[in-house]
């Protein structure tokens, strides 16, 4: 079976991709299973260029495929200056805890969005380096809202689920199932197809 690094320290992130590549004849390890985490200075412009960051750095000090991803979040109608893409957390410099996340965002929801709601999306960014040959790949989740009345749930860490709202099942974050999970699993067989056909070759 073919072996390819995903430069995460993320065991969830790295489970995502795990059972589709498996099936393909391709086992995923992660930084965890080799044992090494090197300091990445994720300074690119977009989710692309900092995939490729960590995705070079790793492919130096291993002989096997290596892929990394990043993201960006996105919100409609907030002005280029305001929008948080890489830096979620982090705004003018400073680094926010979970309650300042909050407060920032649902200010944004009350400047930005119509009727205490604001349309978001994460676009991600995907690198893959094969033999020193580097393949990229974006795609983007569906649409989803922030808005200016927080759920009464948190879920540390993640402050942001406390008001975003599932379009689908309209639904706080904070409140979704895993049977909701499970429902809601999106289809990343693309996501799959590029890393396979990007390691094989």
Not at 20 to 33: M, S
Not at 90 to 116: F, P
Not at 122 to 129: C, E, H, K, L, P
Not at 159 to 166: G, Q, R
Request: one cysteine or more; glycine letters at 6%; charged letters at 30%.
């Amino acid at each position: 079976m073919k072996r390819v690094l995903f430069a995460t320290g993320n065991e969830t992130k790295a489970k995502r991709f795990s059972r589709g590549l498996q099936e393909k004849g391709i086992e995923v390890i992660t930084l965890k299973d080799i044992n090494t985490e090197i300091e990445v200075e994720e300074n690119g412009k977009d989710a692309i260029e900092n995939a490729l960051i960590k995705a070079r750095a790793y492919s130096k000090i291993t002989n096997i495929p290596v892929f990394a991803m990043d993201d960006n979040l996105y919100l409609e109608n907030v002005p280029e200056e305001k929008q948080p893409g890489m830096y979620v957390r982090r705004v003018n410099g400073k680094r926010l805890n979970d309650e300042e996340m909050i407060d920032h965002y649902v200010d944004l929801v009350k400047e930005y969005g119509t009727k205490g709601k604001l349309t978001c999306r994460w676009v991600y960014g995907m690198a893959v380096i094969n033999n020193g040959k580097v393949s990229t790949y974006t795609w983007s989740k569906e649409d989803f809202y922030m808005v200016d009345k927080p759920s009464n749930k948190i879920n540390p860490g993640y402050p942001l689920n406390t008001i975003s709202i599932n379009k689908k099942l309209n639904k706080y974050f904070t409140d979704i199932t895993e049977e909701d999970k499970a429902m809601l699993q999106e289809d990343e067989n693309d996501v799959v197809e590029f890393i396979a056909n990007s390691v094989k070759n």
